[in-house]
């Protein structure tokens, strides 16, 4: 066999090498340019679908105007805010860059991150990688911001019953691209996922759209169609301006509709609107109000693929949840460098109240809010040789009072023949010793409530007394009624209809709320006491909703969120949300007073009137008891000594001139 020197087998290797390298750099290029012609693919179709949101008269020209639209001598809505273009900036001063990771906590673990998600959480998180039209301006209620929009005008039209408003949208907002690895290995992300896309008014028009399509059922998006229902039309002007027009109520505006329409939202069209591979889910979109409408795209849209991230445009992007945490890191595109002051933000789902606290003693958080129960634990805690030595070092616990805005009720389905009566009503409040709740269970830390409105405001009125623990009123109130226990088995019973009728019912809580089940006992104790079988009902909060939503329930114990003012009481209290499916007002509370009192109030601008308006609602839910209402909750946060800017703008005028908010912000703190 003939033998080769080693300088040829060096040299045939050698070229088998470069022929080799020939052929891979080939292949790469074919990959490249394959790539290449898919990103061209993908561009093209983004284009059409573009185009395809022009009116046929419109000139393409046109669409790529911004701000053209302003009209220099109407008022903008929309005021500036000192506390982030002048304080903020001012306290950080000019060497400062966002640092480490804000740790905080939640209860509870939701199924998806829907865009109108019914848990409040998710609608929390949704705004940090989100905004709106504009935002209450830092302090203050009743007073609007500017935020996605650089300025809302009000405009009157030819039709002496409606006005219109023009929202002029920033231009440097942008939906940040989807992340492959926050999805399962069986989707594959179509590229347009994977790039950064303009925020414009068609994706407030979408958000719109979605919203009033009746097929998207889920309870918070009945709430938002309810609020939002004096407007008739939103129209795209341009890329970046839009018009809502809204009916007028005997010439008049809606005077909580402007604050309204500030919380309407983007919604990403280019990912709701499509299938992970790119292709739309409804491609005879064609129509002008076909969102609005179809059936068939609502119903993907309660599954769609991305209700499991949050498309983020805002100054937090969504970094990724599963069971123990949900994500967020700044987004360096973001207009404002100062609305994000962490370079993350993780939140920690736990399962109860007491697993946050011991939690935060280990410093595992920064930031949390105890409630009433915890705050032995915490003098306990502050007295003992740990916490001393970490005193020491320099970590120490800040904390913060203050009432909260929300109140805790039991709400009586009226809709059951045992909670009819007003009498029977009044009966169950006069049964129930809430001062007994407040000493023991909240060991002092709430204030005893009368009416549906924040204790301490212009709105509340506390000249109405609450009412006086009295059994044996509630006995006779109850006889006047019919009820009453003539067989002698400790229960009261009526006659209906040639039936007898025993005062038993279910009374429904949250079981993982260790306060709400003392004080149901308790209550449930009470009731007894006066011939009333009350049954407890814990329940997770995927059944609660259900209940409340399809209003099948007898009695429910659970709290209300009070919103940023002005209060507006249609959403609980107005008739026409007696019978709706998914409606606030789940009692089924009807009152024609009521309405009415609710209607003028909705167009009275004056505020010693809107006042007086206020107090009429109050003065009649006192006589009628729709709810008891219970209390509202005293609530402390706190927060370690390496967090800065946690504050009450009410108590530091020095920050915020004027300022009438009492609950303190943490969102816009930052580590030392």
């Not at 001062?435 to 405001?457: D, K, V």
Request: glycine fraction near 4%.
């Amino acid at each position: 066999m003939k033998k080769h020197s080693p300088l040829t087998a060096l040299f045939r290797y050698t070229a088998w090498l470069v022929v080799a390298c020939l052929l891979g750099m080939i292949y790469w290029s074919s990959l490249i340019q394959e790539e290449r012609l898919q990103e061209l693919r993908e561009q093209v179709n983004t284009l059409e679908r573009e185009l395809q949101t022009i009116p046929e008269n419109q000139p393409i020209a046109e669409k790529t105007k911004t701000k053209s639209l302003i009209d220099p001598d109407l008022k903008n809505l929309l005021e500036d805010d000192p506390f982030f273009t002048e304080t903020l900036p001012k306290l950080l001063g000019p060497k400062f860059r966002p640092k480490g990771t804000l740790r905080l906590a939640t209860i509870g673990n939701p199924e998806n991150l829907h865009p109108f998600s019914q848990w409040a959480q998710v609608n929390e998180w949704i705004g940090y990688c989100e905004g709106a039209v504009g935002t209450a301006k830092f302090g203050f209620y009743e007073r609007l911001a500017q935020d996605f929009a650089i300025k809302m005008e009000e405009r009157k039209g030819d039709n002496p019953d409606e006005t219109s408003f023009w929202i002029h949208l920033r231009d440097d907002i942008f939906w940040q691209p989807l992340e492959a690895r926050h999805f399962p290995n069986d989707i594959t992300l179509a590229p347009h996922f994977l790039q950064k896309q303009p925020v414009t008014a068609h994706d407030f028009a979408f958000f719109w759209d979605a919203l009033m399509n009746s097929h998207v059922d889920v309870p918070s998006a009945v709430t938002l169609r309810f609020l939002l229902r004096d407007i008739t039309q939103v129209e795209v002007l341009d890329d970046h301006t839009f018009k809502v027009v809204c009916r007028l109520k005997n010439g008049k505006l809606s005077y909580t509709l402007p604050f309204y329409l500030a919380q309407l939202r983007p919604l990403a069209r280019h990912v709701f609107q499509y299938n992970p591979d790119g292709s739309k889910i409804c491609p005879e979109d064609a129509t002008k109000d076909f969102y609005r409408t179809s059936s068939t795209w609502a119903q993907s849209f309660a599954n769609h693929f991305a209700t499991r991230v949050i498309v983020s445009c805002g100054p937090w992007i969504f970094d990724g949840m599963d069971d123990k945490e949900i994500r967020f890191r700044k987004n360096p595109d973001f207009y404002s460098p100062v609305h994000a002051l962490y370079d993350g933000l993780e939140i920690y789902l736990l399962e109860t109240q007491e697993a946050l606290f011991r939690d935060f003693l280990a410093q595992k958080l920064d930031i949390c809010t105890i409630n009433p129960q915890s705050l032995v634990e915490l003098e306990r805690y502050l007295e003992s040789d740990e916490y001393k030595a970490q005193n020491a070092k320099g970590n120490s616990i800040c904390r913060l009072d203050f009432l909260a805005r929300q109140f805790s009720y039991i709400g009586w389905n009226e809709k059951n023949p045992l909670f009819a009566s007003k009498k029977v009503r009044m009966a169950l409040t006069l049964a129930i010793d809430r001062e007994r709740l407040i000493r023991q269970n909240l060991n002092g830390q709430a204030q005893e409530i009368t009416g549906p409105f924040f204790y301490g405001s212009s709105e509340y009125d506390a000249n109405i007394p609450p009412l006086v623990y009295d059994p044996e009123q509630a006995k006779r109130l109850l006889a006047s009624e019919g009820w009453v226990d003539s067989v002698g088995d400790g229960i009261l019973h009526k006659v209906v209809d040639g039936q007898k009728l025993d005062f038993s019912f279910s009374l429904i809580y949250f079981v993982k709320d260790p306060r709400a089940k003392i004080n149901c006992e308790q209550i449930a104790q009470s009731l007894k006491e006066i011939g009333i079988e009350c049954r407890l009902m814990g329940m997770d909060l995927a059944d609660i909703s259900a209940a409340f939503e399809d209003k099948q329930f007898d009695a429910l114990c659970l709290g209300w969120a009070l919103g940023t003012p002005p209060e507006d009481p249609r959403q609980l209290w107005h008739s026409e949300g007696a019978n709706v499916k998914g409606s606030s007002n789940m009692i089924g509370f009807q009152n024609a007073a009521v309405d009415k009192i609710i209607e003028e109030l909705e167009t009275e601008s004056d505020s010693a009137k809107r006042k007086q308006l206020y107090r009429q609602l109050h003065a009649i839910f006192y006589e009628e008891q729709p709810y008891t209402f219970l209390y509202t909750a005293k609530a402390t946060l706190l927060s370690w000594s390496w967090i800065e800017n946690i504050f009450i703008p009410k108590e530091r005028q020095d920050l915020v001139p004027g300022a009438v908010v009492e609950q303190p912000s943490y969102i816009y703190s930052w580590r030392r």
